[in-house]
C-alpha cells in the first residue's frame, strides 16, 4: 500500500512541475481524496467488535480453536503446536506468533481451509486483549 502510494507521489510531483494552475488545484484534491480512501480502506479492516464481554476460553475460544485450528494443529498434525493443550496455545499467544500469523500476516489457517470470520477473528482477539486468560 506505501509503495503504491508513494509511486503516486513521485508521479504527481513529476506531473505538478508540468501543469498550470488551475489542473494544480485539481490534482492536489484528488490527491486527497485518495489519500483519505485508502487511510480508509486500512480502517475497515476485522477486529470491529468491541470487548464489551469477558470472553471465556472454554466457551468462546476454544470452539473456534478445535474447529479451525486443531484439524492441523494437533500432537503429530502439520501444524507446529499442539493447541488441544492451552499452554502451549498461550506460549504462541505470548510469544507474538499468534497475533503475526493470524492477524498480520493473515496465512493461518493456511489457504484452503476454513477461514476465521470477522466475528471469530474479534473474539480471539478481546481474549488476547483480555490477557488470554483460561477461563
Ligand atoms: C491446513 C492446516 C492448518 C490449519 C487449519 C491451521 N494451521 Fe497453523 N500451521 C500449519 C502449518 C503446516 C504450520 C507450520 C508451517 C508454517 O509455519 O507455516 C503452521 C504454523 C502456525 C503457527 C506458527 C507456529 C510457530 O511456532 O512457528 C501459528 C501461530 C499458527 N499456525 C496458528 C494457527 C491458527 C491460530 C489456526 C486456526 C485459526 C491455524 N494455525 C490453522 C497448518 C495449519
Not at 489542473?23 to 490527491?31: A, N, S, V, W, Y
Not at 470487548?51 to 472454554?58: D, G, H, Q
Not at 499442539?82 to 510469544?95: P, R, W
Amino acid at each position: 500500500m506505501l509503495f503504491i502510494i508513494i509511486l503516486y507521489l513521485d508521479y504527481s510531483i513529476f506531473v505538478y512541475r508540468n501543469i498550470s494552475d488551475m489542473k494544480k488545484i485539481f490534482l492536489i484534491t484528488t490527491l486527497s481524496s485518495f489519500l483519505l480512501v485508502s487511510c480508509t480502506f486500512e480502517q475497515a479492516e476485522p477486529l470491529t467488535v468491541g470487548c464489551t464481554a469477558t470472553m471465556s476460553y472454554a466457551t468462546d475460544i476454544k470452539p473456534i480453536i478445535d474447529s479451525k485450528c486443531v484439524t492441523c494443529h494437533f500432537s503429530g498434525g502439520s501444524g507446529t503446536g499442539d493447541f488441544t493443550d492451552f499452554n502451549v496455545l498461550k506460549a504462541k499467544v505470548d510469544g507474538g506468533i499468534f497475533k503475526t500469523r493470524v492477524y498480520t500476516l493473515k496465512d493461518m489457517p493456511q489457504s484452503g481451509s476454513p477461514q476465521l470470520t470477522e466475528d471469530e477473528l474479534g473474539k480471539i482477539k478481546c481474549w488476547m486483549d483480555q490477557g488470554a486468560m483460561n477461563n
